[in-house]
């Protein structure tokens, strides 16, 4: 990544809230001051008259340096409660690719538990509703680094899922956003930057739960 002489406009919007930030292409790495992501990357393009904004945030249970057989059964008991945004009924619910994934992988239990916890918080779904993001999904990353040139095929995506599954690299949340906009209006950073900070509460709980019940601790 290379610094970019010109700040971009995602970062004069968030103003004080940037502790840092790098640019990478059309992408911008942003540090978040006080946050407990990683990181989160913005994104922008267009499709047709509308401007597509993106975020994707990033949080680490475990990285690769400290993952070992120990993780492993905290990796699939969050791997079973991904979840996503369901525009048309307005609520959470299970990641539709988890059902795909059990022709592989057929012990793999589907979790509402993280769904149902978002979607029992009334400030989240509130700002869910107002927002009206064109997609949210709550997704550990999953991609063996050979998997990961092929994902546009379902085939390998899978196989490359059901091998993270039962060999996992690392723990690590991937919280993305999509939102649709007229050009000349500006998608809600703030706004959506503090949802991403409430669901990390949950996801950061479940993870901590995970921890615990399986007798592990990181670092």
Same mark, same amino acid.
């Given at each position: 990544m290379s610094r970019d002489v010109r700040k971009p406009k995602i970062v004069? &919007? @968030?103003? $004080? =809230?940037? !502790?840092?930030?790098?640019?990478?292409?059309?992408? *911008?790495? /942003?540090?978040?001051?006080?946050?407990?992501?990683?990181?989160?990357?913005?994104?922008?393009?267009?499709?047709?008259?509308?401007?597509?904004?993106?975020?994707?945030?990033?949080?680490?249970?475990?990285?690769?340096?400290?993952?070992?057989?120990?993780?492993?059964?905290?990796?699939?008991?969050?791997?079973?409660?991904?979840?996503?945004?369901?525009?048309?009924?307005?609520?959470?619910?299970?990641?539709? &690719? @988890?059902? $795909? =994934?059990? !022709?592989?992988?057929?012990?793999?239990?589907?979790? *509402?538990? /993280?769904?149902?916890?978002?979607?029992?918080?009334?400030?989240?779904?509130?700002?869910?509703?107002?927002?009206?993001?064109?997609?949210?999904?709550?997704?550990?990353?999953?991609?063996?680094?050979?998997?990961?040139?092929?994902?546009?095929?379902?085939?390998?995506?899978?196989?490359?899922?059901?091998?993270?599954?039962?060999?996992?690299?690392?723990?690590?949340?991937?919280?993305?956003?999509?939102?649709?906009?007229?050009?000349?209006?500006?998608?809600?950073?703030?706004?959506?930057?503090?949802m991403l900070e409430s669901i990390l509460a949950y996801v950061r709980s479940e993870g901590?739960?995970?921890?615990?019940?399986?007798?592990?601790?990181?670092?």
């Open positions: 004069e &919007m @968030l103003g $004080d =809230l940037v !502790e840092s930030y790098a640019v990478s292409g059309r992408y *911008t790495y /942003l540090k978040i001051r006080g946050s407990r992501y990683d990181y989160m990357i913005y994104g922008r393009g267009a499709a047709g008259l509308y401007i597509i904004s993106s975020i994707l945030a990033v949080y680490t249970v475990c990285s690769e340096d400290d993952m070992d057989e120990r993780y492993d059964p905290v990796f699939r008991r969050l791997k079973s409660m991904e979840c996503i945004w369901d525009n048309r009924r307005r609520l959470f619910k299970p990641n539709p &690719m @988890l059902d $795909d =994934l059990r !022709e592989y992988i057929p012990d793999l239990q589907v979790s *509402t538990e /993280l769904a149902d916890l978002l979607n029992q918080d009334k400030s989240i779904m509130n700002s869910m509703l107002r927002l009206k993001p064109s997609s949210l999904s709550i997704t550990l990353f999953s991609i063996p680094p050979e998997y990961q040139p092929f994902t546009m095929y379902r085939e390998a995506l899978m196989k490359g899922m059901a091998e993270y599954y039962k060999l996992p690299l690392a723990i690590r949340w991937h919280v993305s956003i999509v939102k649709s906009h007229p050009p000349f209006s500006k998608p809600s950073i703030h706004a959506i930057i503090d901590d739960r995970s921890l615990s019940m399986y007798n592990v601790s990181i670092g």
